[in-house]
């Protein structure tokens, strides 16, 4: 089955500092989606990756799929104390509605 | 406007007992999910009604059921309550589209119910 593996699990970083967060498949991935979550509370949608070598920015988030599909990374640059929270990689199981998560990444970002 | 909406928002309640978790959404989609999120923070899917139809039902015991009375609310109920049900269960919808090999499915979530079970 297929599975999200995401890494690192926590990351602790000075604030102003650059980041990466990764986010891998055992299968070609059809929709790759990045949530964040605030500690105790929802999910928020971040963005949303399809076709292989995708980039979208959200201002200074920057989220990549890879040509194979297979892999995505989410980069934070000059880091905030308001980017702390749980980010999540979400994808889609085939062509059902179903969602399969990693177990996320921890970030704290340090004034 | 809330767009997707739970309540309660804490339940904290005795083993054994049943309690239900009600959900809303006003965006109009067709499709609504209950997630789990164990005290890892792993999020996992439980259960999806499409127009009010099951469309997923995971390895979920029995003693949960999820009911749609019409598309804009599912509801979660749970029967004779065990510690291991205690968790963050959020509900979700979308309005999704899938057309040849695009897929989006963009999910919307609610705040959250913590549920404690002592």
């Known amino acids: 089955s297929q599975e999200l593996e995401q890494s690192p699990q926590s990351l602790i970083v000075q604030e102003g500092k650059n980041l990466t967060i990764n986010c891998t498949s055992s299968?070609?991935?059809?929709?790759l989606y990045w949530y964040k979550q605030k500690y105790g509370e929802g999910l928020i949608f971040l963005m949303m990756?399809?076709?292989?070598?995708e980039e979208k920015s959200h201002e200074k988030i920057t989220a990549k799929l890879d040509e194979k599909k297979q892999q995505s990374s989410l980069h934070i640059t000059a880091s905030q104390p308001s980017h702390a929270g749980i980010y999540l990689c979400g994808a889609d199981k085939d062509s059902s509605y179903k969602l399969i998560f990693g177990s996320g990444t921890r970030l704290l970002v340090r004034p | 406007d809330t767009a997707v909406s739970q309540t309660p928002k804490y339940l904290v309640t005795q083993m054994g007992n049943d309690k239900s978790i009600k959900c809303e959404q006003n965006l109009g989609h067709d499709t609504m999910y209950w997630y789990k999120q164990d005290s890892k923070k792993f999020l996992k899917i439980m259960f999806s009604?499409?127009?009010?139809?099951?469309?997923i039902n995971e390895t979920v015991p029995n003693r949960f059921s999820p009911k749609s009375p019409d598309k804009a609310h599912l509801n979660l109920h749970i029967n004779s309550l065990e510690l291991g049900d205690s968790a963050v269960y959020f509900c979700?919808?979308?309005?999704?589209?899938?057309?040849?090999?695009?897929?989006?499915?963009?999910?919307?979530f609610g705040p959250g119910t913590r549920l404690t079970v002592l």
């Open positions: 009604y499409n127009n009010k139809e099951l469309i």
């Open positions: 299968k070609t991935l059809y929709g």
């Open positions: 979700a919808s979308s309005q999704g589209m899938y057309t040849g090999t695009s897929h989006y499915n963009e999910q919307f």
């Open positions: 990756l399809q076709k292989g070598g």
